[in-house]
């Protein structure tokens, strides 16, 4: 047994469990003068110190002094793309120079790059370049993250790279979720329709690993009625579908998730009232991701309206070479309020809570005993420094199933 008290946090900040919307965001629980104790990786109690300090005691538990700092639940990001090769400096050298990332892709740069990168890595080379960006996620405050596949487009380097995600998710300390993307964008020189019987093909292998199946919904990528074909199989097989949506266009890709039942869309950059109305009857996680917008100077999603219309909403980084090449959350909690007219008490449920209803995740997200022990001791007395001073990383340590990590 393994034992761990958090010792008298000057905050102990948590939104409370299930998936949040409307005020329900707002309404996080601020304790004070509570500690928390965890046995093997789960919460069993929080309470004063004087009611804990004996059991700790007595169960040899490694006490963690907190005294002036706030503690909130790991972070969840429910957007990444950990896993490629190379880098895309070289473009972002272009786009401040001027051109814009569609332009890139149109030719030839973009996703077909990094897609280049990743076939020829080894899946050992695949996984030290990942390794290295999952410490930098967890030193702040990461906990658990999805990770897709998509710069493989062919069936070998598709599941090399869902196998890079299973392995470093049994050697890593922060828990990942894999989503298969092979329907990310069309390979070059294929044919759409042959690229899509082939993704189709890769299904059975992917969902052994795969929890969620993902499609880039866009003009220029996958259609509504293509993604639908493509989730619709993945489904007989066991995955979950989500799309990418409403990043550039809005083309039907969000009727297409209703359609589909899918358990989040992401992006949402461009989203009329008549769409959100359509997201606010469903149990779809919207997933914003604000560092897209930040780093493309391409429009925020529309949070408050989100919010206020009743939709369940999600903040996720979306980490990747061509569109926002940063890991943090804490960088999101403070665009989601200073761009998206966010509260910071509704950023921290989106990349907590919600993220961990939007991924289908159990007992994570929360603190409460019975959850499970992953969490974040700030350094600052007030868990409100996370947005509001921004561009610092505030996680003084990281605890992930009761361990320091
Ligand atoms: O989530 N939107 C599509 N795909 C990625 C970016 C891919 C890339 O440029 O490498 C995204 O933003
Ligand atoms: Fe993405």
């Known amino acids: 047994m393994t034992a761990l008290l958090v010792k008298?946090?000057?905050?102990?900040?948590?939104?409370?469990?299930?998936?949040?919307?409307?005020?329900?965001?707002?309404?996080?629980?601020?304790?004070?003068?509570?500690?928390?104790?965890?046995?093997?990786?789960?919460?069993?109690?929080?309470?004063?110190?004087e009611d804990l300090q004996n059991r700790a005691e007595s169960d040899n538990a490694i006490v963690i002094d907190?005294?002036?700092?706030?503690?909130?639940?790991?972070?969840?990001?429910a957007h990444s793309h950990v896993v490629f090769g190379g880098n895309r400096a070289d473009e972002f050298a272009l786009r401040t120079?001027?051109?814009?990332?569609?332009?890139?892709?149109?030719?030839?740069?973009?996703?077909?790059?990094?897609?280049r990168a990743t076939r020829e890595a080894s899946k050992a080379e695949l996984k030290s370049i990942a390794m290295d960006r999952l410490n930098r996620a967890l030193r702040q405050g990461t906990t658990t993250m999805e990770v897709k596949s998509g710069y493989g487009l062919d069936t070998a380097t598709e599941l090399k790279m869902l196998e890079v995600v299973a392995e470093l998710n049994d050697e890593h300390p922060i828990?990942?979720?894999p989503t298969f993307l092979g329907a990310h964008s069309v390979p070059k020189g294929m044919d759409k329709a042959d690229y899509i019987t082939e993704v189709k093909a890769m299904i059975p292998q992917a969902a052994e690993i795969a929890k969620f199946c993902?499609?880039?919904?866009?003009?220029?990528?996958?259609?509504?009625?293509?993604?639908?074909?493509?989730?619709?199989?993945?489904?007989?097989?066991?995955?979950?579908?989500?799309?990418?949506?409403?990043?550039?266009?809005?083309i039907g890709c969000i009727e297409a998730a209703v359609e589909m039942g899918a358990t989040s869309v992401d992006h949402l950059e461009v989203l009329d009232a008549k769409e959100i109305a359509l997201l606010a009857a469903t149990d779809i996680g919207c997933v914003m991701l604000p560092g897209v917008s930040l780093f493309l100077d391409i429009p925020f999603a529309p949070g408050r309206e989100i919010i206020?219309?009743?939709?369940?909403?999600?903040?996720?980084?979306?980490?990747n070479p061509g569109s926002n090449m940063s890991l943090s959350l804490q960088m999101v909690m403070s665009l989601a309020c200073m761009r998206m007219g966010m509260s910071v008490n509704e950023s921290l449920a989106c990349v907590t809570q919600n993220a961990a209803h939007a991924l289908r995740l159990e007992k994570v997200g929360c603190l409460e005993p019975d959850w499970q022990a992953d969490m974040i001791i700030l350094d600052s007395p007030d868990y409100r420094d996370v947005a509001y001073f921004y561009g610092e990383n505030h996680a003084y340590a990281v605890i992930k199933k009761g361990q320091l990590v």
């Open 8 to 49: 008298n946090p000057a905050q102990i900040v948590t939104p409370r469990p299930g998936s949040l919307r409307g005020p329900e965001l707002a309404d996080l629980s601020v304790r004070s003068g509570r500690s928390i104790y965890v046995i093997d990786g789960v919460i069993q109690d929080i309470a004063p110190f």
């Open 66 to 77: 907190a005294t002036g700092k706030a503690v909130v639940p790991g972070f969840i990001d």
């Open 97 to 115: 120079a001027g051109a814009s990332y569609e332009e890139i892709a149109t030719k030839g740069g973009g996703i077909a790059n990094t897609v």
């Open 175 to 177: 828990d990942l979720i």
């Open 214 to 250: 993902d499609v880039f919904c866009e003009q220029g990528y996958f259609t509504p009625a293509e993604s639908l074909d493509i989730v619709g199989h993945a489904r007989e097989h066991g995955m979950l579908p989500r799309l990418h949506a409403n990043q550039f266009h809005s």
């Open 308 to 319: 206020d219309q009743g939709c369940l909403p999600v903040l996720a980084s979306d980490f």
